[in-house]
């Protein structure tokens, strides 16, 4: 039995449907078994890199998973998209991978993990990766998934499927970055239940926005604020996003970025396949290379970030324009 036949089965809640579709696929389909032991010993061997010297709390790991490197090498520029078959496209799937339908989404496996439960969730539709008009949908899937943290990579940060609106998710234990209390962040915005804080100089490596929200349409009220106010940008703003249920809250990690890759990106000489997306702005480095695994280190990290997240000048640009449209109260 599969779950395409079981999709409307009673008696399942959802982490309890996600539970067996990762038993069946983990059985019925060689390559994400593979993948997905390989990924397990790997996590055993994560490095920290982390120094002592380093004036913030964020602490960066590195890992290499030879099996990300289709990911880490995605071409995404428009020619090479139009040619070829989108892998989100339930008719291009391969035969193996299963389903479980959530509103106008399906969820399926990662059969390249990076974690523990790693979840692609995936629009039925083949509309282009947005996030206006699905923030509440994100929201949602944190409780359905409610041991994961969920991450958006938007088109030009990080998305090796930039045509195909989709979310990913995996445990939350690589959120721990973002896990400090309100009381370390500075909060410059409220509306209704949504808080936003910006970190103090001693909880970021590089500048980013937190919201905490009891109530998805004030989250998605003030991220829609934020998102007014970042940089413009074809075809939408660059930013990570993460969430995660956080008590009776969600927590959402905004990262805006202005540059999708580092300038030392390639495969030549001297170059490094590290492909920057939310899970590298959570703190961790994914590696698909033993050369790139052994020369990341953390001046090299510290280049990646300035390359490709915003300055505190251009960072506190945002804040300004943010001040103007909301105040705390």
Known sequence: MTLK???????????????????????????????????AETLKEEVELTADMVPCSWRIHKML???????LAANIDSKAIAERK???????????????RWRDYEILVNP???????LTIAHTEHTPQRIIGHIRDMAALTRIVPTSCVFYNGPKCGASAPDHMHFQSFAESFSTNIWMSPALLTEIAQTGAAHLYIPTEDNSIFPYFIIDSGKDKDLEAMFN???????????EPMMNIVMFKNGSKT??????????????????EGQMLVSPASVEMLGTFVTSRKDDFERLDIPTVERIYREVCLSE??????????NEQTTVH
Not at 225 to 235: F, I, T
Not at 251 to 266: C, D, E, M, N, Q
């Open 5 to 39: 036949h079981d999709n409307k089965a009673r008696g399942f809640d959802m982490p309890e449907r996600i539970e067996t579709l990762f038993g069946l696929q983990l059985r019925e389909w060689p390559l994400f078994s593979e993948n997905y032991d390989h990924c």
């Open 65 to 71: 998973l030879n099996h990300r490197k289709n990911s």
């Open 86 to 100: 989108c892998f989100l496209c339930a008719d291009n799937r391969p035969e193996e991978q299963d389903s479980i």
């Open 112 to 118: 390249y993990p990076i974690a523990d439960n790693h």
């Open 225 to 235: 604020k934020v998102y007014a106010a970042l940089p413009p940008s074809e075809p």
């Open 251 to 268: 927590r959402t990690l905004i990262v805006p970025r202005k540059a999708h890759r580092p300038s030392f990106y390639g495969d030549g």
């Open 313 to 322: 000048e251009e960072f506190e640009n945002i804040v300004e324009k943010i």
